[in-house]
């Protein structure tokens, strides 16, 4: 919401007539015309009269938006997203003379008369009934955005589980934005004559007639590069998390980019099974939108993907960037550029078993030292630490982000970081703000241990490092050793 339009809506104006007066007109310029003026602008008499003769002072203005924003711009009685609303006083100003946020709250203009009306036989809307109501839409509106949030940042902190990827869309962005991108898989890359000095991806050495682009042996390594700068749009890009079960404050717009977590439909397009062109269209209706849009099958990023999981009928998560939306009868039609696929992306505790953690954890805030290293000790492997005995040699005194002693601390992480994708040392507090995950690649996990750091996640498998002709070598010696 403008600044402009919630100074209107702080001299009582609703949300629609606010929006309106904003885009030609001041709070100053209005005070000067007269009431009959006013109100030939559509602006109600008492509002009218307040502007031009003021006989109270205004909400101020923080206190008008953080109402709004904690009642998500809708009315909690009726909690219809898009109607007109306005700021109520639930003790009247006359009487109160209080802007105090206990006394205010949102309301459509429909419960705005209500809340100024009485009815013999039937319930009003006394300020006790309001006032419950909206602590109760209040508490909704926050769980809400914190599992939004908590979604997000499973999505960035486990980025490693995508089923599809939009190739052109994510080096276009990372491109055309000029982000400075720091892989470790960069070096490793280059020398496998996988990626150009500038970052460029060797087209050459894709097997185009292949079923998928990632069909060879160091295709992994490219999926985990291309994920990492996808992890990076969406920690600098807004992203609106969509879910049945979640209010929708405002309508899809065009240029938004939305992660959309719902059951989805896909249907091949064509019967071509190998090479560029394996066209096939996702579709669902979540929270009363439907979606469309269309995906090349041969950018999927493993056999089970291409197979299995990207074909019928699947609970998904789609990220994607809306083109045009048009409204029916049923439900607004969204028509999109799909960026992203993967099943059940956004479920912190499956996240974590997947990635080598078998305790189930909450991603909620964690507000100490004692939080932090719990959702850790869920990850280490520490009988494995102990018997592979690898330890950090020269480790880093304090932690790169808040400088805090590693003197002090249980564990230590050395991994990349979101949004930017590089690297750092991090205490367990700034891993759980901005670390990305525990994994090779992603990040180590080291444990403190008679004063040295012992490796107890993300170990290093040798098995990944193999070239083609080493796991012939591999698998020849072990023939060679059955035969004994």
Known sequence: M????????AYGIDSASAEKLSQTYTVQQLKKQTVESLISLG??????????HPTRTPIPLKTAEDVL??????????????LPVVIHHLDRWEYSHSHAPDNLAVLCLNHHGEAHSYHENSRNLTPQVI?????EWYAIIQKQNIEAEQALDTIRRYSGRWDYLNLNYVLGFIDEHKIHFDSRYRFDLIAKGLLTENGAICSDKLKENDAYWLHFFDGQYLKRYIEEQLNIIIGCVPVRYIRDSLYMQDKIKPGELLLVDGQFHFKRLNKQTRGIGQTRKVWGIVNHIKLEGEFDAWYCTSSSSHDSHLTGNKHATLLCLVRNVEKTATFDLVNCTVIGLGLNLTQPD????????????SFADFNSQ?????ELDGIADIQRGQKEKEYFIGAPEICDICKTSFHSQKYMIDGITKPSGTGAYMCPRCYHLHGVGIGWGIGQLYLRENNRWL?????????EDLSEAEVAEELFLQFLENLK
């Open 131 to 135: 006032r419950k109501a909206r602590e």
């Open 455 to 463: 490796l107890v996640a993300g170990f290093y498998d040798c098995e």
């Open 69 to 82: 924003v904690k009642s998500a711009f809708t009315c909690c009685i009726c909690h219809k997203s898009g």
């Open 2 to 9: 403008k600044k402009a339009q919630s100074d209107f809506m």
């Open 350 to 361: 499956l996240m974590v078993q997947l990635f080598g953690g078998a305790r189930e954890i």
């Open 370 to 374: 004692s939080d932090c290293d719990l």
């Open 43 to 52: 602006i109600p008499q008492e509002t009218a009269e307040l502007l031009s």
